[in-house]
T-cell receptor, first 115, second 112 residues
Framework: GAVVSQHPSRVICKSGTSVKIECRSL??????MFWYRQFPKQSLMLMAT?????????EQGVEKDKFLINHASLTLSTLTVTSAHPEDSSFYIC???????????FGPGTRLLVL | GENVEQHPSTLSVQEGDSAVIKCTYS??????FPWYKQELGKRPQLIID?????GEKKDQRIAVTLNKTAKHFSLHITETQPEDSAVYFC???????????FGSGTKLNVKP
C-alpha cells in the first residue's frame, strides 16, 4: 500500500512559539491532503483540505491564520501551528488522497505538547 | 459539514461473541461508507468499506451493511478476538465534496 510519513512524530514546545509539521506521500502523488486534529479519547476532526498548488479549504471554526497549510508539491504538505498555546496540544494526523477518490492514506500522526 | 453519529460509544463483549456498531449520517449525497479501526496512539486503518450501490459486504469476520433510505450503516464483527479491541470510526463521504467526517467513535473491548 501507499506510504505517508509525518515529521516530527512528537514535539514539545513553549507557549508562543510556532511548530511546523510535515506530511509526505513517499511513493505516490497526492493531489489532495487532509489535516485532522484528535484530542484524547475523541474523534478525528477535519481541520482543512489542501490541494497541490492552491489555497487550503478550512473547516468552519478552524482559524486559518493560526493553522497555516502549504501544499507546494504533490508529495508534501505542511501544517504550521503559529503562536501555539497549551490548548493546541493534540494529536495531528494528515492523510493523502490517492488516484481513487475515496482512498486516503494516513500518516502516523504528530503528538504536539505545548507547555 | 455532515452530522455523523455512532452508537454505542463503548461496547464490551466476551471473546467469541459478535459486535455491532451503528453509524447514522445526515447528508443524503453520501455515497461512500468506510469503517476505520484505531489502536491507541496509532493511525486509523481502513478495515472495510461499502459503496452506495451495494447493500452488504463481507470480509471474513467483518461485514458492513448499508441502509441508504434510513441513512445508516453498520459494522458487524463476528467471533470477536482480544485483538479486535480498539476504537472504531465511521466516516461517510460524498464524492462531490471529497471530505471525510468521522463519527464520534466506539471503543470496543473484547474480554478474553
Amino acid at each position: 500500500g501507499a506510504v505517508v510519513s509525518q515529521h516530527p512524530s512528537r514535539v514539545i514546545c513553549k507557549s508562543g512559539t510556532s511548530v511546523k509539521i510535515e506530511c509526505r506521500s513517499l511513493d505516490f502523488q497526492a493531489t489532495t491532503m487532509f489535516w485532522y486534529r484528535q484530542f484524547p479519547k475523541q474523534s478525528l476532526m477535519l481541520m482543512a483540505t489542501s490541494n497541490e498548488g492552491s489555497k487550503a479549504t478550512y473547516e468552519q471554526g478552524v482559524e486559518k491564520d493560526k493553522f497555516l497549510i502549504n501544499h507546494a508539491s504533490l508529495t508534501l504538505s505542511t501544517l504550521t501551528v503559529t503562536s501555539a498555546h497549551p490548548e493546541d496540544s493534540s494529536f495531528y494526523i494528515c492523510s493523502a488522497g490517492g488516484l481513487v477518490i475515496e482512498t486516503q492514506y494516513f500518516g502516523p500522526g504528530t503528538r504536539l505538547l505545548v507547555l | 459539514g455532515e452530522n455523523v453519529e455512532q452508537h454505542p460509544s463503548t461496547l464490551s463483549v466476551q471473546e467469541g461473541d459478535s459486535a455491532v456498531i451503528k453509524c447514522t449520517y445526515s447528508d443524503s449525497a453520501s455515497n461512500y461508507f468506510p469503517w476505520y479501526k484505531q489502536e491507541l496512539g496509532k493511525r486509523p486503518q481502513l478495515i472495510i468499506d461499502i459503496r452506495s450501490n451495494v447493500g452488504e459486504k463481507k470480509d471474513q469476520r467483518i461485514a458492513v451493511t448499508l441502509n441508504k433510505t434510513a441513512k445508516h450503516f453498520s459494522l458487524h464483527i463476528t467471533e470477536t478476538q482480544p485483538e479486535d479491541s480498539a476504537v472504531y470510526f465511521c466516516a461517510p463521504m460524498a464524492y462531490n465534496f471529497n471530505k471525510f467526517y468521522f463519527g464520534s467513535g466506539t471503543k470496543l473491548n473484547v474480554k478474553p
